[in-house]
């Protein structure tokens, strides 16, 4: 994760950029009373809400949970993708 002023990322917006989604770099913009902002990628963004949305549903929150129960007990995981 990246920290950059308000100043510094105004100065070098290009490059922070590039950072952020090339380099899937997290940056937090530092602002005057503590204001501050995130950045992340469209892609960081839209995986992020992905998985808020597949882990806000209960039924795949459980299904999601016994596998990975059964991963930490060494058993064996199958997937049914025809449910």
């Not at 989604?21 to 997290?26: I, K, L, R």
């Not at 806000?56 to 990975?68: P, V």
């Amino acid at each position: 994760m990246l920290a950059v002023n308000y100043t510094n990322l105004r100065d070098n917006m290009k490059m922070y950029m590039d950072k952020v989604t090339d380099d899937y770099e997290t940056m937090i913009v530092t602002r005057k009373d503590n204001k501050n902002v995130v950045m992340i990628s469209e892609e960081s963004y839209n995986n992020l809400m992905e998985n808020i949305y597949v882990m806000g549903n209960k039924e795949n929150y459980d299904w999601l949970m016994k596998g990975k129960s059964q991963l930490e007990n060494g058993q064996c995981v199958s997937v049914n993708y025809l449910r």
